[in-house]
């Protein structure tokens, strides 16, 4: 079991890819088939968190996706008010 936690780190939602896990999300995987264990409140932070990002890439088409943002030099501390909010 690995514990994943930390920046950047990016999953598929509703078919589309890179969406934000929250920097503040940390559970448990399993190294070998990738389930994810998270507790009922940390799966309702993530699906607030991605609906959020759902919107804001409905809103303005030309981002695509976070990571395309932060390739594209967005600083970090904006990168963490993204996430925190
Ligand atoms: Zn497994």
Redesign the pocket.
Known sequence: MVISKGLLRTRSYRGEPNYLIPASLEFPV?P??G?EWMTSSQIEILSEAFEKQRKERRQNPRVHTYKEVILTGLRMAEVEDIMES
């Open positions: 399993c070998n088939c389930a």
